[in-house]
């Protein structure tokens, strides 16, 4: 799966006069913003996290690199209820997107701060119904993951200067204090969750369209403690 997607939503120009939209942000210039400053998810409900960039599930790509998934995984402890993981939002901004999904609902919001950026999370029994132009607050709650047919994911996209929607790595947007959380589980560093570009184009995958073939050569989990 590419994904070029640009969003005009509450597009306009900048005071600068360049014509280039508020709603963009080059990473390679400004680096990535730590604007996600609550998580996403249920933690404690987790066993491991899928690293950015892995062969996990399937091609989730965009326009500057293919096949790999550039998004997170989540999966739930065993011997758990995964229909009573917790979902929430990770950020203060407005819905830009609610799609039906083949297990539960994908929200995409995005950002009051940073409106270049838009957090989308997977897979999600609604509690109340959300519409595209909703406002919702950091921390409010959404409903739960849909079940165990399925794991938990989110990913990040950035509306890059040339106009094409530019995946980065949930954990490089999230506040050094949420960071602490997987600390105490035993990450050490953000970097133990992302698969670096050159590392995997060092050792690329195998697609079949969205469908991942043959094995990796690289260590596609972090486990939590």
Known sequence: MVLMIFSSFGCK???????????TWD?????????IRHDYVELSKISRVSKFRSGVGHD??????????IKHYFEPKSGIDWTGVKIFSPISGKVTRVEQEWAGTKIEIVSDSFPAF???????????????????????????????????????????????????????ALSDEVF????SR???ARDDLIISKSLRDAHPLQCNGDIFVGTDSLINWVELN
């Open 13 to 23: 120009k900048d005071n600068g006069g360049s014509g280039i939209p508020e709603d």
């Open 186 to 188: 035993g990450v050490i």
């Open 27 to 35: 990473i390679e210039v400004k680096g990535i913003p730590k604007f």
């Open 118 to 172: 838009r957090v989308t999370i997977f897979h999600v029994n609604l509690s109340a119904a959300l519409q595209v132009g909703d406002n919702i607050i950091m921390g409010q709650p959404l409903g739960t993951h849909i079940g165990a047919q399925t794991m938990s994911d989110v990913s990040v996209i950035v509306n890059d200067p040339t106009r094409q929607g530019r995946m980065v790595s949930y954990f490089s």
């Open 180 to 183: 602490t959380s997987y600390v």
């Open 60 to 69: 989730y790509s965009d326009a500057f690199e293919h096949c790999r998934s």
